[in-house]
């Protein structure tokens, strides 16, 4: 299991881990928690679970990729966490199977600000292409705030997604095992 004992907001707590690893022992499975550091020892396991948050840029694609090349089982593997942090292709996805999403204005750098504020109405959200676990993710209340907010986020990336706010008590996590939907659950 890879984890990050000083992560701020991990996907799983110490706790959560422990608790993991008990019910595994129960079932003959060893769990051993690894960090970062250990990547070239990552051979030595038969699979990887990875309870950190997942990014394209940091050591956690470089264990799945690993993982993945080693022809083990491994939770993110390096596919799903390329697509699910694309929230152009998530957006594009769940649209072509007719998936119910918040109307949605995806606007380049140098975009119409007010035509997608008029379009989508105020509040609305603003995000980044490539963000995960609310990372780059601004509820706008004005144009003012709008203008401010793309303008800081364009330094870093040339689209983002602006879609209607929607008020909701809790998002939704959907979890896939080769290919197969495993779960779905509400989280607040």
């Known amino acids: 299991v890879l984890y990050d004992p000083d992560e701020k907001m991990p996907p799983s707590s110490s706790e959560s881990i422990k608790h993991f690893a008990r019910i595994a022992e129960r079932l003959s499975v060893d769990v051993e928690p690894v960090t970062k550091r250990q990547l070239a020892e990552l051979a030595e396991f038969d699979g990887l679970f990875i309870r950190e948050t997942t990014s394209i840029d940091n050591h ?9 090349q080693e022809g083990m089982p491994v939770i993110d593997d390096p596919i799903s966490m390329i697509r699910c942090t694309n929230k152009v292709f998530l ?3 769940l649209s072509s199977n007719q998936v119910p999403t918040p109307p ?7 975009g119409d600000l007010r035509q997608a504020m008029d379009e989508l109405g105020l509040p609305l959200v603003v995000k980044i292409p490539d963000g995960s676990f609310s990372r780059g993710v601004h509820k706008v209340n004005s144009f003012e705030e709008f203008k401010r907010i793309t303008e800081e986020l364009f330094e870093e ?3 983002l997604l602006t879609q209607k706010f929607l008020p909701t ?4 996590r959907v979890g896939i095992l080769a290919g197969e939907p495993l779960f779905v659950c509400q989280y607040r």
Not at 60 to 68: D, E, I
Not at 104 to 110: A, E, N
Not at 169 to 172: A, P, Y
């Open 169 to 172: 008590e809790f998002g939704w």
């Open 60 to 68: 956690t694609y470089r264990f799945a990729r690993r993982a993945w």
């Open 91 to 93: 957006m594009e996805l």
């Open 104 to 110: 949605t204005v995806i606007l380049p750098d140098g």
């Open 157 to 159: 990336t040339d689209l």
